[in-house]
């Protein structure tokens, strides 16, 4: 559209764009700096696919004073990268995270070139498989005429949820008992900040600590570090069925490290337990039990599996 409108327009990927700056040292019609010129000061300017240059000393300073110029000048600029925010440059990182000049899309559809290809990300596919969990169809229950003080932790529950999801601040705890729609509420919350264009980790503990564990194998993808460092500093991490995982003095460490790392740093947590705070390690349930950051809520409505049995219509007998 740019160029239909007659816009001046270069657009390459960053690699390309790398080579082609150094060609112009060989170049006998084009000097590297008339060409270094031309791409500060084009009218707009699309760098595609940054982060997969090679990373010299020249390559990082090249692009960061491109980067920071047109910044400097607010020139029209467009990004692409499948990198994280924080895996780029910590200078260019600053320029793009400017919310007074940039504006950041995340775009979470699977790669049209390979559309069967699920993502496995074992951070992100948890999410994924419970994307149909929402505030929208979170059953109330009533029609089960549960006891008065049943009702209403269920409603508070589901209140506090919606309330965290549009503004996520400290620690939310559920409490409760299997099939009690604990995790129905935090997924809800995951996938609502997910459709504001957040980024949550959702992870079953037990499956957490598999995923952390499988880093450690030669075939894997993923190292320790990366993993580790993501659950314990994500925007918004949640964590399901803290207390099923194993009591192994490896997995109750790392539980305490992701645990008090977001402590220190008042990151926003969810949690949802089926046991009660006295069963968890108690250098955890120390922080559970701050009420400066965290906020328990206990459903104590039956399971919704044990109610539907018991109220399951019998079929008569002839």
Request: proline share 5%; charged share 25%.
């Amino acid at each position: 559209t740019c160029i239909e409108y007659g816009m001046a327009t270069i657009f390459l990927t960053v690699p390309d764009l790398l080579d082609w700056l150094r060609a112009s040292y060989a170049s006998t019609d084009t000097s590297f700096e008339e060409r270094f010129e031309e791409i500060r000061n084009v009218g707009l300017l699309v760098l595609d696919d940054l982060g997969t240059q090679n990373s010299t000393g020249w390559a990082a300073e090249k692009l960061f004073q491109i980067i920071d110029y047109r910044y400097t000048h607010k020139l029209p600029l467009v990004v692409t990268s499948n990198l994280r925010m924080e895996d780029l440059d910590d200078r260019i990182r600053s320029r793009l995270q400017d919310p007074d000049l940039s504006t950041r899309v995340k775009i979470s559809a699977p790669d049209y070139r390979s559309p069967v290809k699920e993502n496995k990300d074992p951070l992100v596919y948890s999410l994924n498989l419970l994307s149909d969990r929402t505030f929208g169809n979170f059953s109330m229950r009533e029609p089960e005429h549960l006891a008065a003080e049943q009702q209403m932790s269920l409603e508070k529950a589901f209140r506090a949820a919606q309330e965290f999801a549009e503004s996520p601040k400290g620690w939310i705890m559920f409490m409760g008992g299997f099939g009690t729609g604990k995790t129905h509420l935090a997924a809800a919350i995951g996938n609502y900040r997910k459709g504001m264009g957040d980024d949550p980790i959702f992870s079953v503990v037990p499956d957490l600590l598999d995923h952390l564990r499988a880093t450690f194998s030669p075939t894997s993808n993923a190292s320790y570090d990366e993993m580790f460092n993501r659950v314990r500093s994500a925007p918004l991490l949640i964590l399901d069925d803290l207390g099923t995982q194993s009591a192994t003095p490896w997995a109750r460490e790392k539980l305490y490290q992701i645990f008090n790392e977001r402590y220190n740093a008042k990151l926003p947590t969810v949690v949802t337990t089926s046991g009660s705070l006295e069963e968890l390690d108690a250098r955890i349930r120390s922080r559970m039990m701050d009420s400066r950051l965290c906020t328990v809520y206990a459903i104590i409505a039956p399971g919704y599996r044990a109610t539907a049995k018991a109220t399951r219509p019998r079929r008569a007998v002839k």
